[in-house]
């Protein structure tokens, strides 16, 4: 079991999601590829004929960049988006970027009867509510976390960090946050103490493979704890989770 993760080293990452949502004679396919440990996304488009000059728009059609290659690379400390759109010639063809994201209530510490844990299936995604019994870490693609009572100091733990053992996707979580591109390797920890209103980044690495590098098995996430009360000695919780399902490997979570 392991509750630390240490700073990698940073190499690419590939991952790649495909939009063809133009219409007209300037479509464009586009792939797009976490690069930098999942930090930045490189864009690649097929050619359009007789379009020399490309433009990658935001979601709110301001012009990010004009270029004449057809590949491009967004940094993510410069900021992340929801939506990426390629204008060829007057035509757009637009990515999407925004995270899934689904709702769990009444979760209780696992000192108090009831569901304790989170399960978040990556594949579909989706996220239910469910109590010990019914956690299979070997469940494929899939991740799960229990609302923990440390000695009163509520926590998100995941499988691997309690007696149920390591799961296909080992969740860790950063500290509470702001901001829309999660942190890098070194800044996650599979304990993480919580507080309400709390932002918390989780990095979903799979077991399988790769198991310890961010590469484009992983994916990246966040827990929103929209409430979080002390009941019975034990503590009641509701969280809203994010993903970020369209390019695996990215960290980027633009989710308003």
């Not at 991952?15 to 797009?32: D, H, R």
């Not at 399960?119 to 870490?137: E, G, R, Y």
């Amino acid at each position: 079991m392991r509750k630390f993760l240490v700073l990698l080293p940073i190499f690419a990452v590939g991952a790649v999601a495909t939009s063809c949502t133009g219409t007209g004679s300037g479509n464009v396919e586009i792939t797009a590829e976490a690069t930098n440990n999942g930090a930045d996304l490189k864009l690649t488009w097929t050619s359009v004929e007789n379009v020399s000059t490309y433009k990658i728009l935001d979601e709110n059609g301001n012009v990010i960049a004009e270029v004449s290659d057809t590949t491009y690379v967004l940094k993510g400390d410069s900021g992340v988006y929801a939506a990426i759109s390629i204008d060829a010639g007057g035509t757009k063809t637009n990515l999407d970027l925004t995270p899934w994201n689904g709702s769990v209530s009444g979760i209780v510490s696992h000192d108090l009867t009831g569901n304790s844990w989170v399960k978040i299936d990556f594949t579909t995604p989706s996220v239910n509510a469910l109590q010990q019994s019914d956690v299979d870490p070997n469940a494929a693609n899939t991740g799960y976390f229990i609302l923990f009572n440390n000695s009163g100091t509520p926590e998100l733990r995941d499988a691997g960090a309690t007696s149920v053992g390591q799961a296909k996707m080992e969740l860790a979580f950063s500290d509470n946050m702001s901001g829309f591109l999660a942190p890098a390797s070194g800044s996650y920890n599979t304990a993480r103490a919580i507080s309400g209103g709390g932002y918390y980044f989780f990095w979903a690495d799979n077991t399988s493979a790769g198991y310890g590098d961010m590469d484009n098995n992983d994916y990246f996430g966040a827990v929103k704890v929209t409430n979080l009360s002390n009941s019975g000695g034990g503590y009641t919780a509701d969280f809203t989770i994010y993903v970020q399902d369209k390019v695996k490997g990215l960290r980027w979570l633009k989710t308003e």
